[in-house]
């Protein structure tokens, strides 16, 4: 009954859009934008796990993100930075994160790190954001949602307004509660702090709930691109999944009892049904619970309890990101813009598995000021984390989660839905490695926009994009954007990785690592489970030389003391 419910409420709000939509527009429906160049809407959803949606092998309901999988490209290769304000740094600049400002998380420098360039806490000037150069071209530019490439948060220079986007309406910091009561995500930041174009937002509407706000807003902001007859490029950044867990009261329920077996079954349906979905090798196997984790049978009866209803808050929070997912297409089809519009939907990082309650006293302003009593789990005024166990699930065949080099941390869904006049595929599994430093090239080539000449812009040098274009890919499933020879390099909180063809090294320090590098064969290896560096010192020797001149190039200052997600 209460999916009846749901579904009668999207139609209803659905006839309402395209109502409000022909009065407001006068034959909106009639409008087209002044030039063919197609639009661009980009969809981040926070910390989601690689197998949390439908068309990636998830029990969730996506129907409105497995629908544009049916229409483009799923990409099982796709590689994001282990956290979130590296990536979307990355993402803006194509730039790896060590040069555009992001070399750790802001606010998180280690002592040798502070004030070393590189290392700013912002979106540094040593790059051009792709926003500034469709900007620049006519493209009405728009983002909504996360920012989160600012520190300080008040310091507007560095506010997207002034960083390429004609319109904005964000939260600055890395997450916050869901709710209008603007619930910071750690005690040292006060209060969550929003702003649209150059003004701070004191008082958020008394029905916020993030999710579905940031929607309202976005349409509001194609909208009025529709009315400037301009094509857009639309940031929809949404901070869901992110904790706190949270949902709206009429949600709570909806996958009630759905979790019940635990994560061990949980991982276990996800494989199969990711291989099903051909987004996972066929000889991939289930890795071992990690030491560090529980098994389900040996829980009490309230722990069980506990976990269950935690997942059940997750799932209501994708599956009501994909109805909001879901409104934005039903505006560009009322508008007669879905055909035209190049959609990107992508996580920013791996599933989230860490607890960031030991840090600096977060434990105990939690247990102060939220009630995470049961029956209040998934409130607005409660304070969960998704945790190690179902990340572990989440995350399946992958190694660990956000934070780390591992693929699990680093390799994320993500789903393209070419404009027609760019695509003669369907439902296309592409599973060559890709990188999300190739989406800054892919919406310029798109929309035949060049990168400035000689690295130049305004009279001032910047860093040149190092992402590719995957323009290619949306015609073809055997075009390649990086050749097996190249390779990728992340590093973060000192943990390294490196990604060559099918081998992938890593460094990391125990608990997590041995501390000393060690090599997998993902061709045979997926979960980075079996450590053959010992038989190929050949490959470590040439994995260690990708290292030191990735290092010595890009001006790595490894951390000397412990970070936030040092995990401990």
Request: hydrophobic share 35%; with cysteine.
């Amino acid at each position: 009954m209460a999916c009846n419910n749901i579904t009668i409420a999207r139609l209803v709000f659905n006839l309402i859009i395209v109502i409000c939509t022909i009065s407001c527009s006068q034959q909106t429906t009639k409008i087209k934008t002044a030039s063919s160049d197609p639009n661009i809407l980009l969809i981040v959803a926070d910390d989601l796990g690689y197998t949390d949606l439908g068309c990636y092998g998830s029990e969730i309901k996506t129907p409105n993100i497995d629908q544009l999988a049916n229409e483009g490209i799923r990409f099982t290769d796709f590689h994001t930075a282990p956290t979130c304000s590296p990536s979307r740094a990355m993402l803006l600049s194509g730039v790896n994160n060590h040069l555009n400002g992001y070399g750790t998380m802001e606010g998180d420098w280690a002592s040798n790190q502070k004030g070393a360039k590189g290392y700013e806490g912002y979106l540094n000037f040593d790059i051009v954001p792709f926003p500034k150069l469709l900007q620049d071209h006519d493209y009405h530019t728009s983002i909504v949602g996360k920012w989160h490439q600012a520190l300080p948060v008040s310091k507007k220079e560095l506010w997207p307004y002034n960083r390429g986007f004609d319109q904005s309406f964000c939260l600055a910091q890395g997450g916050a509660g869901h709710f209008f009561d603007k619930q910071p995500l750690l005690p040292s930041m006060k209060e969550a702090f929003y702003f649209e174009n150059n003004t701070k937002i004191e008082h958020l509407p008394k029905d916020f709930y993030s999710t579905e706000y940031y929607t309202q807003k976005t349409i509001s902001y194609i909208h009025e691109s529709t009315k400037l007859k301009q094509p857009f490029f639309t940031f929809l950044s949404f901070t869901a999944p992110h904790w706190p867990l949270q949902v709206k009261d009429e949600y709570l329920d909806l996958y009630k009892g759905k979790y019940n077996n635990g994560y061990e079954d949980l991982a276990y349906q996800r494989l199969t049904n990711a291989i099903k979905k051909g987004v996972i090798q066929k000889n991939a196997t289930l890795p071992s619970l990690p030491k560090d984790i529980t098994p389900w049978n040996e829980l009490s009866e309230k722990e069980k309890k506990t976990k269950t209803k935690t997942m059940e808050i997750y799932a209501a929070m994708i599956e009501r990101l994909d109805y909001h997912v879901g409104r934005v297409i039903d505006y560009l089809k009322a508008i007669n813009q879905y055909d035209n519009t190049m959609i990107v939907l992508i996580s920013d990082n791996g599933i989230e598995g860490n607890s960031i309650l030991n840090y600096k006293n977060t434990r105990q302003w939690v247990d102060q000021t939220f009630d995470n009593s049961y029956e209040n789990i998934g409130k607005k005024d409660s304070y969960i984390l998704l945790g190690k166990e179902w990340a572990y699930a989440g995350s399946i065949p992958f190694k660990y989660y956000k934070a780390f080099s591992t693929e699990g941390g680093v390799r994320c869904p993500m789903i393209i839905k070419p404009p027609l006049s760019h695509s003669s595929t369907k439902n296309m599994v592409y599973d060559k490695f890709v990188s999300i430093k190739d989406l800054a090239p892919t919406f310029l080539e798109i929309a035949n926009v060049d990168f400035p000449a000689n690295n130049t812009y305004n009279h001032k040098k910047i860093h040149p994009i190092e992402g590719v274009s995957l323009l290619n890919i949306m015609n073809s499933s055997n075009a390649v954007a990086h050749h097996e020879s190249t390779a990728h390099v992340w590093e973060l909180y000192g943990r390294i990785g490196i990604r060559k063809g099918f081998w992938k090294a890593n460094k990391m320090e125990k608990p997590f690592g041995s501390g000393k590098w060690e090599l997998y064969n993902l061709k045979t290896d997926i979960s980075e489970q079996n450590d053959i560096a010992a038989e190929a010192p050949e490959i470590i020797k040439e994995m260690k030389n990708i290292w030191k001149e990735y290092e010595e190039r890009n001006n790595v200052i490894l951390p000397n003391t412990p970070t936030a997600y040092d995990n401990k």
